[in-house]
């Protein structure tokens, strides 16, 4: 029993979180990104050792059912270890996002705000807590170990040991602000978008159970979980048209739905520096889809330099280099390289539930980092993969699957200065984990495909 709801939980959170948000999408708003001239130019735990063009054709429910194993390859890296950070005593203090300074301790922005920043070493001895004024949903530090924080539409700059330097609105808290009457018509799209979906699932989610009893007289188990699951589902779906009918959001609900609308869209997705600029990716301020913006060491002399981004669930990761910045556009299962004014020099990447070297589920890459020369490595939530790419978007090798809780979220990675160590986050166990280079790895083991 518990199986078949775990099953139907599975398919209506995937469903829910996935398929609603990309059905509401603003083509016009998430356009493909246009070619240059026509071309591309805390407590440290052991951890057990392990073995180990994107266009969306089909919904996750279609997916789920004609999910096929991957082979996954051993990998160069193998989990070892690994850190707590977040407060197990204290709900408002979990992790949010953690980056990495030159020494190779971990910095993570914590809490719901006010929020605390926590340095750890490597190995996961907590060295450092600082408290901070806003709820820190991105983190970055640069060369001279300058810490750039965003969140609660503020940015703020920290020294080394966590003096408050700096306090500024973030750029696009003043265009959301500014936008209140065009949130208040997307939240009255998004309520028609909503009531359509229930309307259609219906009438599809029985096509897909007949579908399923039409092709044996003699069912198997799984294919009567699937329906049982799928049924469940339907009648969710039944009772949502049926209370849509019944009830119209009144004008103070609409206000305070516009209200939660604004502060989900001052939430800052990612944040990465170089020597000169800061990079913001955050929620176009109407409509749909993620920009990135560029300000000044002083967040100062803010500008979109990129528009038309599709993310799922909440993220879109930033990260950048002296080549340019890196992208990791989840909807469209790639990774985008803009230099800093934002042009496009290159993407790539595609989706692929058959091997490693695309992307998988319903929206990865879901992280990036970029490695001391240059190299690019992602991360995918949901199935724990990490990957490493050249800057021109070959596939070099797979470092490893980590053990994570499923799930479409944000999965920061950072990696070790000599590329030794692999960091990943998972949100819901609150921890980082901690993957090592084995010291058997060799480039043709870790190029397997599945």
Known sequence: MRDFHSFSWMLLTVFLGCFCSLTTMNNAEAVEPQKNGGKVSGTFTRGKRLSSPTVRTSSPLQ???SKKSVKVPAGTHE???IIEVGSKSDSTMRINTFCMNKAGNLIAACGNGPGEIRVFNRDGKLLETWKVPIAPDAINVDEDDMVYIAGSGKLIKLDSHGKLLMTKDAPHAKAVKENSGKLREQVVQQMKARSNVT???????QKMIDDIKSKSKTLSEQ???RIVGYESIM???KKMEKETKQKQLTEKEIDAQVEALSKRKLRVSSLSTNDKEIFIAC???TGYGYEVWRTDKNYENGKIIVKGLRGCCGQMDVQCNQQGIFVAENSRHRVNHYDSEGKLIKYWGKRDRNGVEGFGSCCNPMNVAVGR????YTAESNLGYIKRYSTEGKYLDFIGKVKLVPGCKNVSIMVSPDGSR???MDLTRNHIIVMAQKPTATASTSKKKG
């Open 63 to 65: 997916t789920l059912s």
């Open 79 to 81: 989990q070892i270890a």
């Open 199 to 205: 309307v259609t699932m219906v009438p599809r989610l």
């Open 223 to 225: 294919e009567k979980k």
């Open 235 to 237: 009648a969710h779906y």
């Open 283 to 285: 929620s176009a301020a």
């Open 373 to 376: 020369n240059g190299e690019v």
């Open 422 to 424: 692999v960091y990943m």
